[in-house]
């Protein structure tokens, strides 16, 4: 059965990034299937742990909150970066936030508007 973990604090710096990316590389190495998704719209970042980047990602969440593609699209499988002795069942997804600046400001704008 799937499962969910949300990784969250109130204050900034504190590891969130790193530690995501530390727990589901080390989950998927063990054969788990694992996605993780960057909810940290105004400020992502984990993307930079993968090496990715803006030309690289393409599509983000942005694009599947605003409704221009499914989610399926904007799941890239970053399984290479798991090495090569690994479990034939291990895959690794990274759903981006956007680091668009005018991206950015436009969902912050809306939500402002959400009351968030
Ligand atoms: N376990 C750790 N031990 C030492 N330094 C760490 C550890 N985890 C993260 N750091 C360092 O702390 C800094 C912040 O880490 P990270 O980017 O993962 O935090 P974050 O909570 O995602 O930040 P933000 O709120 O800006 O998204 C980075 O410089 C990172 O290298
Ligand atoms: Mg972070």
């Known amino acids: 059965m799937p499962k969910i973990v949300a990784i969250h604090s ?26 993780i998704i960057d909810t940290d719209i105004q400020s992502p970042g984990i993307h930079v742990l993968f090496g990715l980047d803006e ?11 605003w409704g221009r593609c499914s989610i399926v699209e904007v799941a890239h499988d ?13 895959q690794l997804f990274l759903i981006p936030s956007s680091m668009n600046a005018g991206e950015i400001a436009r969902f912050c704008a809306r939500a402002t508007t959400w009351g968030c």
């Open 78 to 90: 970053i399984t290479a970066v798991l090495g090569q002795s690994v479990s034939d069942r291990s």
């Open 10 to 35: 109130y204050r900034g710096g504190t590891g969130k990034s790193n530690l995501t990316a530390n727990l589901a590389t080390g989950m998927a190495r063990w054969g788990y299937r694992v996605g």
């Open 55 to 65: 030309e690289t990602t393409g599509r983000s969440l942005n694009d599947y909150l």
